[in-house]
T-cell receptor, first 114, second 112 residues
Framework: KAGVTQTPRYLIKTRGQQVTLSCSPISGHRSVSWYQQTPGQGLQFLFEYFSETQRNKGNFPGRFSGRQFSNSRSEMNVSTLELGDSALYLC?????????????FGPGTRLTVL | AQSVTQLDSQVPVFEEAPVELRCNYSSSVSVYLFWYVQYPNQGLQLLLKYLSGSTLVESINGFEAEFNKSQTSFHLRKPSVHISDTAEYFCAVSEETDKLIFGTGTRLQVFP
C-alpha cells in the first residue's frame, strides 16, 4: 500500500499570501488530520476530517481552514500568511476517527514565510 | 482538558546504556496513550500504544512503556540503546472521541 503523500514538500511564500497544501491518505482511510510542527511548540493539532466532515478542530485562527473530498483527499489552506506560520505541516490518516487508532503520517510540507 | 508534558527536551546517552523518556499527562477521564518516533527528515511513526489491559506495553524494537494511572505517567524505556535509536520521540494522549494531543517531544541523541 502506498503511504500518505503530501504535496508540495517545500514551499516558500511571502507575508500576506495564501497557500494550499494537499494530502492524499492511505487507500481506504477516511480520517485525515493536520498538524503544525515547530521547534518550540512541537506538534499542534489543527483539525481532523472524517468522511468529508470536520470532526475536531484545534486552537488556530480562522486563517487556517481545510476540507476533505469524497475520495478522502484533503487540502489545508492558510490565508494572509504571517512569519509565524513557517513550520512543517504534517498530515496523518487512519481508517477510523483518530482518538484511539494509529495515525499514519506523511513526510510533511515545509512552509517558509518570508 | 487533556495535556501532555514531556519533561526533557533532549536526552544524550551513550550506546548500550539504558534510557528513560518521561511523559506525564493531565486528564480527568480514561485516556489512550501513544509514543511516536520521528527520524530525521521523516514523518512520525507509531512506536507503541496503551488502550486498555496490561499496563506494560512493548514495541518490536525493544522499547517499552508503562501506564501509571496514579502518577498519570507513561514513561518510555529501553534497557540498551543503539545509534539507530537517535530520533525525536513524542508522547500523545487522547480521550475517547476526542483529538490526539502531542507533547513537545524529546530528542534522544545516542553517542558511540
Amino acid at each position: 500500500k502506498a503511504g500518505v503523500t503530501q504535496t508540495p514538500r517545500y514551499l516558500i511564500k511571502t507575508r500576506g499570501q495564501q497557500v494550499t497544501l494537499s494530502c492524499s491518505p492511505i487507500s481506504g482511510h477516511r480520517s485525515v488530520s493536520w498538524y503544525q510542527q515547530t521547534p518550540g511548540q512541537g506538534l499542534q493539532f489543527l483539525f481532523e476530517y472524517f468522511s468529508e466532515t470536520q470532526r475536531n478542530k484545534g486552537n488556530f485562527p480562522g486563517r487556517f481552514s481545510g476540507r476533505q473530498f469524497s475520495n478522502s483527499r484533503s487540502e489545508m489552506n492558510v490565508s494572509t500568511l504571517e512569519l509565524g506560520d513557517s513550520a512543517l505541516y504534517l498530515c496523518a490518516s487512519s481508517s477510523v476517527p483518530q482518538s484511539y487508532n494509529e495515525q499514519f503520517f506523511g513526510p510533511g510540507t515545509r512552509l517558509t514565510v518570508l | 482538558a487533556q495535556s501532555v508534558t514531556q519533561l526533557d527536551s533532549q536526552v544524550p546517552v551513550f550506546e548500550e546504556a539504558p534510557v528513560e523518556l518521561r511523559c506525564n499527562y493531565s486528564s480527568s477521564v480514561s485516556v489512550y496513550l501513544f509514543w511516536y518516533v520521528q527520524y530525521p527528515n521523516q514523518g512520525l511513526q507509531l512506536l507503541l500504544k496503551y488502550l486498555s489491559g496490561s499496563t506494560l506495553v512493548e514495541s518490536i524494537n525493544g522499547f517499552e512503556a508503562e501506564f501509571n494511572k496514579s502518577q498519570t505517567s507513561f514513561h518510555l524505556r529501553k534497557p540498551s540503546v543503539h545509534i539507530s535509536d537517535t530520533a525525536e520521540y513524542f508522547c500523545a494522549v487522547s480521550e475517547e472521541t476526542d483529538k490526539l494531543i502531542f507533547g513537545t517531544g524529546t530528542r534522544l541523541q545516542v553517542f558511540p
